[in-house]
């Protein structure tokens, strides 16, 4: 008869070995699942990453490109210098639409008619005579003389250059008749079209053409409301999480400020916003769109986050450091900031430049205090009217115009930039202070 070695049948040791390994095949498979699903997981994140950016860039690369038109003009000095002594005054007043409209009408002598002419010089960006303007008053010696130049072509012609507006449509669905795409050929076809980098991008606040469009006024504002916003809730940030993890009593109070602390990190930003319109605006009367209420309310928002990541850094901390400052004699406050403030800075930095990203993203505080208001003018100070990037988005977004399309991808871009940089800097900050024990 067949039995173990202690006495028990072989058959039920046998059931129990096929049994076992049953179960750990179950086990595995089920190991393999779980793996399964979270690489699915973790590419379909990937794959929605990546079809968000692709849309973004390009819908968005575009826009760093504009087309300019090259116009022979003649700068009369009867139509541009119309009290004839040069003067900035004189020249301010100089009639620049006229010597365009004259540069077209000689490029196209055919055209006759003035509904045509006019047709022919919506082809040019309405901002294209404040340009002429200022190259002259820039070179007065320009007056009298004839010389090629080139400005910008109106948001249409752009579009139609880079293949956003179907030449197909019937021509009651674009915005270029069937005679300005001819308009426009021709020119291109005589070199005369032009695409180049666009700076006024870059060095032009909001418009309402889309060709004069730019992003300085936002980014400067952004600036502005990051340097209040650093100014304050890092200094504040920093000494509240010193206080509660390293000096603070343990008793009911301070649990009350931990979890309102914890509480406020989840509290929806609008909600700040709301703070703000009735606390700096309504009731401290301070002026309404400055990066200095923008700062203040994202100070705010970023306080808790910067307070919870200074915690966590502090906590970081081995015992020992402290246990052996106070044993060689230090206080409290000596061991606090001459050993364990340095070396949880690096975590404190990080969750600082992390809240600061989080605050450059933000709109929706920003709306509730008048942020959202048309603001041409680059603001110059911290209480000067100006509006921010993520803000600057929301209104480009909301045009019409198929050429604020490509600009609000574009200022996307640049955002993202900005947010990609700051986080890279606070991986650098941290493999660059970090100790290891």
Not at 50 to 77: K, R
Not at 256 to 275: D, H, K, M, T
């Amino acid at each position: 008869m067949n039995s173990t070695n202690n006495g028990q049948p072989a058959a039920p040791r046998q059931a129990t070995a096929e049994a076992v390994r049953a179960r750990l095949k179950r086990r595995y498979r089920a190991e393999m699942r779980f793996k399964a699903y979270g690489l699915l997981a973790v590419g379909l994140g990937l794959l929605f990453l990546a079809t968000l950016l692709t849309s973004i860039v390009g819908n968005g690369y575009t826009a760093f490109l504009q087309t300019f038109v090259a116009l022979e003009v003649t700068l009369d000095p009867e139509t541009v210098d119309p009290q004839g002594d040069g003067s900035i005054e004189s020249l301010r007043l100089g009639n620049y639409n006229t010597v365009i409209r004259d540069a077209l009408q000689a490029q196209f002598p055919d055209v006759t008619g003035r509904s045509d002419r006019r047709a022919l010089a919506e082809l040019v960006s309405a901002g294209a005579a404040i340009q002429l303007q200022r190259m002259i008053q820039a070179d007065p010696s320009l007056l009298g003389r004839t010389l090629v130049v080139w400005l910008p072509a109106d948001d249409d012609v752009d579009m139609l250059m880079k293949g956003r507006i179907a030449r197909a449509a019937e021509e009651g669905d674009r915005r270029l008749t069937d005679q300005q795409i001819a308009w426009v050929d021709a020119m291109a076809e005589a070199g005369r079209l032009e695409k180049r980098f666009n700076r006024a991008l870059f060095t032009n606040g909001d418009s309402r053409d889309p060709e004069l469009a730019g992003i300085l006024g936002a980014a400067k504002g952004s600036f502005y409301m990051l340097v209040v916003t650093l100014v304050l809730s890092f200094p504040i940030g920093v000494a509240s999480a010193v206080y509660l993890e390293e000096f603070a009593a343990r008793n009911r109070f301070t649990d009350i400020i931990e979890v309102n602390i914890n509480n406020l990190a989840a509290v929806p930003s609008i909600v700040f916003g709301l703070l703000g319109l009735a606390v700096f605006l309504n009731f401290f009367g301070l002026p309404r769109s400055a990066p200095l209420v923008g700062g203040l309310v994202l100070t705010l928002m970023t306080l808790p986050t910067i307070i919870i990541s200074s915690r966590a850094a502090l906590k970081s901390v081995p015992p020992s450091i402290r246990e052996a400052a106070l044993g060689m004699g230090a206080s409290k406050v000596q061991t606090t900031f001459h050993h364990v403030v340095p070396l949880a800075m690096p975590g404190m930095l990080t969750g600082t430049i992390i809240g600061m990203a989080q605050a450059l993203g933000e709109t929706a505080p920003l709306l509730m205090i008048g942020m959202i208001a048309f603001i041409v003018d680059v603001p110059q100070g911290f209480f000067d009217p100006s509006t921010a990037l993520p803000v600057q988005i929301f209104l480009w977004a909301d045009s019409p115009e198929r050429a604020f399309v490509e600009r609000t991808s574009a200022a996307i871009i640049v955002l993202l930039g900005f947010l990609l940089v700051m986080n890279l800097v606070a991986v650098l900050l941290r493999r660059h202070f970090e100790r290891r024990w």
